[in-house]
């Protein structure tokens, strides 16, 4: 999928799809009484962007909301958590952090059908294309600094200053999340294994490194899960914290870095973009820039770092196939992820071939 295409599939909503439908009346009805000022009547959408949680535009005459849910059908165990979400994203809200505000979360299987949180809409620009298109060029580098900088903020966040010490588990990030993913491809069963897959879940555990770190981590830090000021290099929202937790920080920030290495036809990449011409940092500059806010003296490990994101990613992008085989996929465009496993497996193992032929 080229980037306008990417663009077009995610930006603005649709009418709500066949399957993701729910009783708006009872929707109403806990809106007037769970958020404040609500006044309907409500007019209910489908964003056409989102993987895994269904996400929904709620317009009423005076304001607009956002909803997020469980998706319908069977689900993973501990997978669309969006009661995990709702918390993270009102702990963060009270430092500052460049959230939306959260209304509320319901908990009650009976209004809807699943489970659920009401927040703010933010108004602004979403890029799903990594190089910023239709930003001047002298001013990119300001957005990049943007995500930089909050990255760095979040990483430095105490969790336990805004209780959510007990996110996750402390320490074993690595061996956890291989172990996870893992198992998650493996029982996605109807849509088959892949060799570069199992070679990566043999290796990836005899070769994590022996630092141990734990910080809040966002899970999928990328620029098209960010909502920037409308004509400022200014981070309003960032977005989509299914994947949080508390996790090593530079894992979170490969991942995230991760955009440097990546086709754009997979998620927002860089990969092929003349970024001299662009005016856009390059990668090592990028990674000096985060390691001096974060007080770090170089990322040792980083190719391994990069590895397991790639790794994790294609683990992601399994399940989403097998969604669409099950017909329980949120997003109109799954299928096109779906037929990009493939190829995201094989960089995940071309970049263990890469740290192994270093070695």
Known sequence: ????????????????????????????????????GFDGPVRVEQFKGGQSNPTYKLTTPAKSYVLRRKPPGALASGA??????????????????????????????????????????????????ATFPGVEREERPAYFDAMNAAIARLHMVDPAAVGLEDFGKAGNYFARQISRWARQYQADADAGRNEDLDRLIDWLPAHIPADDETAIVHGDFRCDNMIFHPTEPRILAVLDWELSTLGHPLADFAYHTMMYRMPP???????????????????????????????????????????????????????????????????????????????????????????????
């Open 1 to 36: 999928m080229t980037n306008a295409a990417a663009a077009k599939a995610n930006l603005g909503t649709t009418p709500v799809r066949e399957g993701f439908e729910f009783d708006v009346e009872a929707i109403s009805g806990w809106m007037e009484a769970h958020v404040p």
């Open 80 to 129: 669309h958590a969006v009661d995990r979400e709702a918390r993270v994203l009102m702990a963060l809200g009270k430092t500052g952090f460049p959230v939306a505000d959260v209304y509320g979360l319901c908990a009650d299987q009976n209004v809807i059908g699943g489970w659920f949180y009401v927040m703010e809409m933010v108004e602004g620009r979403i890029f799903w294309d």
């Open 265 to 359: 036809e997979i998620v927002a990449g860089l990969k092929g973009a003349d970024l001299a011409a662009l005016n856009i940092p390059a990668e090592a500059d990028y990674v000096a820039t985060y390691c001096e806010r974060t007080g770090r003296q170089g990322i040792a490990d980083y190719e391994f770092y990069l590895t397991f994101n790639l790794f994790r990613l294609a683990a992601i992008f399994h399940g989403i196939k097998a969604r669409v085989i099950r017909r329980t996929a949120a997003s109109a465009h799954a299928r096109d992820r779906a037929a990009q496993f493939p190829l995201l497996a094989r960089m995940a193992r071309e970049c263990m071939d890469g740290v192994v032929q270093k070695s």
